[in-house]
């Protein structure tokens, strides 16, 4: 990857990119997108690139698509406001979404494929809106840290990720795997070891998204 002098880095997502930025953390946070900042910081120091972090907590792909326009493609509805259009334009555009969605729909009365065919319709026009405004896009999977593959939100997590790799094929963009990339920790680790929860990741597991990223931004 071949980044230009003053390319603007935007990530957004839900709490796992938040990781505080929305509260005693700002602007960046303190997981995988910080960390991430910081190696590339590190690796090209002379051309002065922004970083910008739009993940909020509780998001689920319909409250990014609320807010696309806006923190993504730039465009205000306070159009008359130029300096608001012209916050930041976006070159590189880093999206990270879907365990909320897999975890509301455990609880949901909505059939599970409507709701999927909904979210690879929602998930596919967000990125399409977003290579019109010519930025590279890196999608990076939802993950569930667990060895139990039989749990609901295992289950459901991977039939997310399945929309998610169809959308990524046909738009020919590249795609990390972050449920993977556990999972293969998960061999010789307990899942214990990268998170509490399953979804929020200890700090170290912050640094192996950040570590992979960077590997295959570096790579590509």
Not at 47 to 58: D, H, Q, T, Y
Not at 179 to 184: K, T
């Amino acid at each position: 990857m071949r980044f230009k002098p003053g390319d603007t880095l935007l990530f957004i997502g839900d709490s796992i990119t938040d990781c505080g930025r929305t509260n005693h953390l700002p602007p960046f946070g303190g997981g995988y997108m910080n960390m991430f900042r910081n190696m590339i910081l590190t690796e090209y120091p002379d051309l002065k690139l922004s970083f910008v972090n739009k993940g909020i907590s509780g998001n689920t792909l319909k409250g990014l698509e609320l807010r696309w326009k806006k923190d993504v493609l730039n465009e205000s509805t306070r159009v008359r406001d130029k300096r608001v259009r012209e916050e930041h334009k976006v070159t590189h555009l880093f999206l990270m979404i879907g365990i909320n969605d897999a975890a509301m729909q455990l609880n949901s009365s909505r059939p599970d494929d409507d709701v999927l065919d909904e979210f690879e319709l929602t998930y596919e026009k967000l990125l399409r809106a977003s290579l019109e405004k010519d930025m590279k896009i890196h999608c990076m999977t939802p993950f569930y840290i667990s060895t139990d593959a039989s749990s609901s939100l295992f289950k459901m997590n991977l039939r997310y990720i399945e929309r998610i790799e169809g959308v990524c094929a046909r738009l020919e963009l590249p795609l990390l795997n972050i449920h993977n990339l556990f999972q293969e920790k998960l061999r010789k680790s307990m899942a214990e070891y990268w998170s509490g929860d399953g979804v929020h990741p200890y700090e170290h597991g912050h640094m192996l998204i950040a570590r992979e990223l960077f590997r295959e931004i570096i790579n590509d």
